[in-house]
């Protein structure tokens, strides 16, 4: 309403009362169930608190509800327990639902477009969804990695314009998940969290919720401290990782171990925090993350040269692969064309079935593109789909192939190498498997 459509018989009016809050069935709605959303639902439900665990996915429901989803065993656990309580674990697609729980948590990928263009799709429509759901006592807590200001755009102002009073009517907070799927070391309780909220109020009700699973909750000044807590640390490991490369492609230069190299440096007890080199990073973290962060600075034209020229270097990682293999194989007086190359693991990580952003798919595409006869074996990845159009199986019997060269991209725990002949040139792409007798390093 304009102040021209202000009536004025109301100003003296007694101010119509507050919507209350009338008490909820569900402690907290999950609003997204992937690599992150999942854990986090399970968290909470293990915690004691009565959960909504919404995804838009029909498809994805279903798989958790066959208990198909790619979980740590300590997380299969629990969501076998959820999935016998309904009452205290409640799958849905359901949006109306979200109006019966206390605190709606966001989690939504927020991926990149092809020209590393922080693609807001998933996330504006889930914010949308959400604002639209709102009542009165509500927390609304956004944990999807994104650029600063995005609380604020996508769900306090909304939630404004409904009407609503922020810090009074409804609360807003935003505390980014630290979850690392496949990593058994960190239980999601121990990782702390940070939560900041649009005012003190929110920043208190948010740091709550948290602490209904997390044991330590660091609470900062604001929404945007919050969201820049996250780019920071993402921006961080991206930076140190392209500097890893580096310092691997300098080491084997001056012909002087890498790995050794950090190992002895990590002795150091302040000052220095080890990151090794690789074939380049996927996920829907490192790749991604710091484009929110550059996206934003480039319409600001603030300078962020040394994040630029890492994520550049990090981009081009896959390519220094494929020249090593082809390096090697010109080594063996062979030619890429027609080359029978293996590719041991192609998810980006050790123990998981993510496939997002790995290197491991351009790497098979670049040496397929260059007439190389490319496979893989992969025990968490049945099956592929590269963006050329390319499908691949992973072998059955990876020794049956007769490589020409194996490229170690990823090492699950449970792989087994045991059919590499001892002959086999082998390119080390972890540049730790130092049990593989005469391989070479990228
Ligand atoms: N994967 C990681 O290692 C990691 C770690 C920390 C933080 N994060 C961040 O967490 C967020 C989620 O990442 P993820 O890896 O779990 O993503 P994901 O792709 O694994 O899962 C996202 C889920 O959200 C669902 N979804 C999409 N739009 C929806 C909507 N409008 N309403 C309801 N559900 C919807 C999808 O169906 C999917 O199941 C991202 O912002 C990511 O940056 C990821």
């Known amino acids: 309403m304009s102040t021209l459509d202000v009536r004025t018989d109301l100003w003296d009016a007694p101010a119509p009362p507050r919507p209350t809050a009338t008490a909820f069935d569900y402690d907290v709605a999950i609003v997204g169930l992937g690599y992150v959303g999942l854990p986090t639902a399970l968290a909470y439900h ?21 208990r198909g989803a790619d979980l740590i065993d300590s997380d299969r656990e629990r969501l076998d327990t959820a999935l016998r309580s309904p009452a205290a674990f409640r799958l849905t697609s359901d949006v109306t639902e979200l109006s019966r729980a206390a605190a709606v948590v966001v989690c939504v ?9 922080p693609d807001l799709t998933a996330l504006r429509a889930a914010c949308a969804t959400v604002v639209a759901a709102a009542r009165p006592g509500q927390l609304v807590m956004l944990t999807s990695t994104t650029y600063v200001g995005c609380t604020r755009d996508l769900v306090e102002r909304p939630l404004r314009e409904r009407g609503m009073e922020v810090g009074v009517d409804v609360f807003v907070a935003f505390s980014a998940e630290r979850i690392d799927p496949g990593n058994v070391g960190f239980a999601q309780e121990v990782v702390p969290r940070v939560v900041g909220g649009a005012t003190a109020e929110c920043e208190e009700r948010g740091a709550r919720l948290l602490a209904r699973y997390a044991d330590r909750v660091h609470r900062v000044s604001s929404l945007a401290t919050a969201e820049m807590t996250k780019l920071l640390e993402n921006t961080f490991r991206a930076v140190n990782i392209a500097l890893a490369n580096e310092f691997a492609d300098i080491c084997g230069a001056l012909d002087v171990p890498v790995t050794e190299v950090i190992e002895a440096a990590s002795t150091k007890p302040y000052g220095f925090m080890a990151f090794y080199p690789g074939p380049g990073v996927g996920g829907h973290c490192i790749p991604c993350d710091p484009h929110y962060l550059l996206w934003q600075l480039k319409a600001l034209h603030v300078d962020a040269g040394v994040i630029t020229e890492a994520m ?9 692969v494929v020249e090593r293999i082809r390096d090697v194989l010109g080594r063996a007086g062979k030619g890429t064309l027609g080359a029978r190359v293996l590719v041991v693991g192609v998810t980006y990580k050790p123990d998981v079935a993510d496939l997002r952003e790995s290197p491991a798919l351009e790497i098979i595409d670049l040496l397929a593109d260059l007439g190389a006869e490319v496979q893989y074996v992969d025990t968490h990845a049945p099956h592929i789909h590269l963006v050329s159009g390319r499908e691949r199986d992973s072998l059955a019997d990876p020794g049956a192939f007769h490589p020409d060269v194996v490229l170690v991209h990823t090492r699950h725990h449970d792989s087994d190498l045991g059919w590499l002949d001892a002959d086999t040139v082998v390119v080390d792409g972890t540049y730790r498997s130092a049990d593989i007798a005469g391989r070479v390093l990228l």
């Open 312 to 320: 550049t270097r990090i981009a081009a990682r896959p390519r220094r």
């Open 109 to 117: 990928p927020t991926p990149v477009d092809a020209r590393q263009v």
């Open 46 to 66: 293990a915690g004691g608190s009565r959960v909504i665990a919404l995804d838009a996915s029909s498809r994805r429901l279903r798989t958790i509800a066959a």
